[in-house]
């Protein structure tokens, strides 16, 4: 599987915007990019995902680097409920039986 | 549209009991079934995944196994739970069409917090 590097833990204050970064700089082409984010005990939710150009949902935007090597995932303006855990997974979308593994993720704490 | 049950939401087992755990999804057809288990402050370790009926694959060999009876249902079981089996635990599904079609998402379930005692 295709790793991608997370920072541990990031802080960030309400209402400013958040970018968590994720390395992955042995990404293939057919590699998609997926974020994921776990809330205290719950399970992780779908946050957004893309291949190569930037996308915007209601949740977040993504950046990808023009090399795809690198992403990051823009909270525009956090706010408390934003805070847990966001992970950064490669998912080769053109296989059937794949795997669905996630990394430590980073851990997102907001500060009122 | 698409669901995924999962239960119970807590269990408390002593060492050296059974276990069974169900996930069921409705609303989908053929889709990838996955079994987590998450230890308290650890991340999301994945125990099983099955991309078809009868079809298990297993990632770190332990105490527990896994079946798919039917294709909207996993199932976690053990035959004598141990200490360090207690965590939480989660299942997930998501459709993977394949193909190059755009990257597809997972649905998580609840999860079930289980303490070995």
């Known amino acids: 599987d295709a790793k991608t590097t997370q920072p541990n833990s990031m802080e960030s204050n309400e209402e400013e915007p958040v970018h968590l970064p994720c390395n992955h700089s042995t990404i293939s082409g057919t590699d998609y990019i997926h974020w994921y984010r776990q809330l205290p005990s719950q399970g992780p939710e779908y946050v957004i995902h893309g291949l190569t150009s930037n996308v915007n949902n209601r949740m977040a935007s993504l950046a990808i680097a023009e090399d795809r090597k690198s992403s990051t995932l823009i909270l525009h303006r956090a706010t408390l409920r934003d805070a847990a855990v966001y992970y950064c997974i490669l998912r080769d979308d053109f296989l059937r039986a794949q795997k669905l593994v996630f990394g430590q993720g980073t851990r997102l704490t907001i500060n009122p | 549209s698409q669901t995924i049950h999962q239960w119970p939401a807590t269990l408390v087992q002593p060492v050296g009991s059974p276990l069974s755990l169900e996930c069921t999804v409705e609303?989908?057809?053929?889709?990838?079934l996955y079994w987590y288990r998450q230890a308290a402050g650890r991340g999301l370790q994945l125990l099983f995944y099955?991309?078809?009926?009868?079809?298990i694959s297993s990632e770190v060999p332990q105490n527990l196994s896994a079946s798919r009876p039917q294709d909207r249902q996993f199932i976690l079981s053990s035959k004598k739970l141990l200490l360090s089996d207690s965590g939480f635990y989660l299942c997930?599904?998501?459709?993977?069409?394949?193909?190059?079609?755009?990257?597809?998402?997972?649905?998580f379930g609840q999860g079930t917090r289980l303490t070995v005692v």
């Open positions: 997930a599904w998501s459709v993977e069409r394949g193909g190059g079609f755009s990257g597809t998402e997972a649905f």
């Open positions: 099955s991309v078809g009926i009868g079809q």
């Open positions: 609303g989908t057809s053929n889709p990838n």
